[in-house]
């Protein structure tokens, strides 16, 4: 049991990535991690997008960066993130060698918990096996984009709910950051 607490306090979110692919053994691995998530009613409502073509990844990313930018025009809590927007060459997935896409159907009443769930299990898998991970849940704002959805050939009933950029990365000393001590409302 230590380990597993021990690779919930070192996972990281990674935002660079060396160019080195994952293996389709491995991601299998990953998806399979994911499957494993507790589900509302056993609906288990996910569907998986795997990514790991460079150029359509850069293509998702540059199509995504007009509505983010939008999100951060309308919300002053993102504004942080704007001047990162204008960087050349910038990518939402920080050129990750892959991407997955989980998606949750929408008829599942708790798909959206579902697939987060299946997210977390997935990102802990790859941080145990040396792989970073990091939720970019901005992307999601493409979900109703139509090149989007036609060109990743995503159902009417699914919805995008945890893109994941996926890497190996330099395994420097990545500092812990500290949590805030949990606030128990009741204690019975």
Known sequence: MDNILEVIKNRRSIRQYLDKPISK??????????????????????GFIVVQDKSLIKELSDSAIPYINKIIEENPKFIRYRKRMRVKDFSIFYHAPCVIIILG???????????AMAAQNLMLAASSMGIGSCWVGMMSTMDKDKWFRERFQIPDNYKVIAPIALGYFENKDIPIIERKPPEILKYF
């Open 25 to 46: 053994e491995v991601i299998i691995k990953l998806i399979e991690a994911a499957k494993w998530a507790p589900t509302g009613m056993n609906e288990q409502p996910w």
């Open 105 to 115: 159907r929408v008829d599942a009443l708790f798909y959206q918990n579902d697939c």
